[in-house]
């Protein structure tokens, strides 16, 4: 348990660090900003993009363990089933957390004109802190107890 715990740390600093990688890149001209063209239905549905994956992934990533099905799996008594559907789900949690911080970030550069994906990427970015990997709240939740 604690190798995938130790792998989930390792791609959630990646993410962060890619992202700080495109912002510096961004930041000193090396990548080019303000690369997406203006106009009222553009900026209208990169703005939409925007809300929709920051609000969504942040959701998304704060509330997944508590949805019932997950929670399910992750109570089921096999122990290997558990710990396969923590690392699988906690994957798909980093997943949905990098594509929304990744997706926001470009479109803050992309278009500077428009201030919607400035706060939206300071939403992700701050729900991103608590996604955070760690172990399971329930600490049998990994043990193999017999009945």
């Given amino acids: 348990m604690t190798s995938t715990i130790f792998r989930l740390r390792i791609v959630y600093i990646i993410v962060w660090a890619v992202t700080a990688a495109w912002i510096l890149l961004s ?3 090396v990548v080019p900003v303000e690369y997406m063209g203006g106009g009222s239905r ?3 549905y990169l703005s939409l993009l925007s809300v929709v994956t920051a609000l969504g992934g942040s959701y998304f990533c704060l509330r997944l363990f508590s949805y019932g099905r ?3 799996l992750l109570e089921q008594s096999d122990v290997n089933g558990r710990k396969r559907a ?6 798909v949690r980093l997943g949905v957390l990098a594509s929304a911080l990744w997706c926001n970030a470009m479109l803050y550069y992309g278009t500077s004109y428009s201030p919607t994906p400035k ?3 300071l939403i992700v970015a701050v729900a991103s802190v608590f996604c ?3 172990k399971p709240v329930n600490e049998n939740t990994f043990k193999d107890t017999k009945m």
Avoid: M
């Avoid at 923590?86 to 994957?91: D, E, I, L, R």
């Fill in 119 to 121: 706060y939206c990427l």
């Fill in 132 to 134: 955070w990997p760690v």
């Fill in 42 to 44: 553009l900026d209208y």
């Fill in 70 to 72: 997950i929670k399910a």
């Fill in 27 to 29: 930041e000193t001209g």
């Fill in 86 to 91: 923590f690392a699988f789900w906690s994957f």
